[in-house]
């Protein structure tokens, strides 16, 4: 139990336009997602925390605007790179946590999303 | 600031032998410790956790042991085997709240050698 599922895996898109990355609890159903960013040989960054039902809090230096969260229910959230740079090329990994009283007390990680801007 | 450091980027080890990677965190509020271990291009997989009320956590191979005065833990992997090589990150968070926010190290490459 408890899988996170991201898609795409990869993507490659033009510098200018707009990357959409879905992150699903296959599983369970998650009160709260995260969202990271890892660049190569670099730890695992807090982007922003997603709640179903409400705005995501980003952490300092994460631009709302550019990364656009949607977390619509328990089991889905989504991260918009907007107007994607090649800055933005990195690796977005997403975790959930499941309801309380599921027992768990662990962030559960999706296998992430290589992002690759041109 | 980085609150939770691993200061050896990688380590080298024969199968076997016994990999110890190290974690030292400074936010003397943290008070659960969880290890990740991650392959390139894909998510970090848990390993193994530990509560501020302990200073010992065992799980199979993995023991974790934290030294709150010292504010450092570290992972113990006994024997080590090839397959244990990735890259080990350390957490920490406020409150066993699985919603919680993670504070990851920057990880330490470990590499067992057959």
């Known amino acids: 139990g408890a899988v996170v599922s991201q898609h795409p895996s990869r993507v490659i898109c033009k510098s200018g336009t707009s990357v959409k990355i879905e992150c699903r609890s296959l599983d369970f159903q998650a009160t709260t997602m995260f969202w990271y960013r890892q660049f190569p040989k670099q730890s695992l960054m807090l982007m922003a925390t997603s709640n179903e039902g409400s705005k995501a809090t980003y952490e300092q230096g994460v631009e709302k605007d550019k990364f656009l969260i949607n977390h619509a229910s328990l089991t889905l959230s989504t991260l918009t790179v907007t107007s994607a740079h090649p800055e933005d090329s990195s690796f977005y990994i997403c975790?959930?946590?499941?309801?309380?009283?599921?027992?768990?007390?662990?962030?559960?990680f999706g296998p992430g999303t290589r992002l690759t801007v041109l | 600031d980085q609150q939770v450091k691993q200061n050896s980027p990688s380590l080298s080890v024969q199968e076997g032998r016994i990999s110890i990677l190290n974690c030292d965190y400074t936010?003397?509020?943290?008070?659960?410790f969880l290890w990740y271990k991650k392959y390139p291009a894909e998510g970090p997989t848990f390993l193994i956790s530990i509560s501020s009320i302990k200073d010992k956590n065992e799980d199979g191979r993995f023991t974790v042991f934290l030294n709150k005065s010292a504010k450092h833990l570290s992972l113990h992997i006994v024997p080590s085997q090839p397959g244990d090589s990735a890259v080990y990150f350390c957490a920490a968070k406020r409150g066993n709240n699985a919603g919680n926010m993670l504070t990851f190290g920057g990880g330490t490459r470990l590499m067992v050698k057959p």
């Open positions: 975790s959930a946590t499941p309801l309380a009283g599921g027992g768990y007390n662990e962030q559960f």
């Open positions: 936010n003397s509020m943290f008070d659960y």
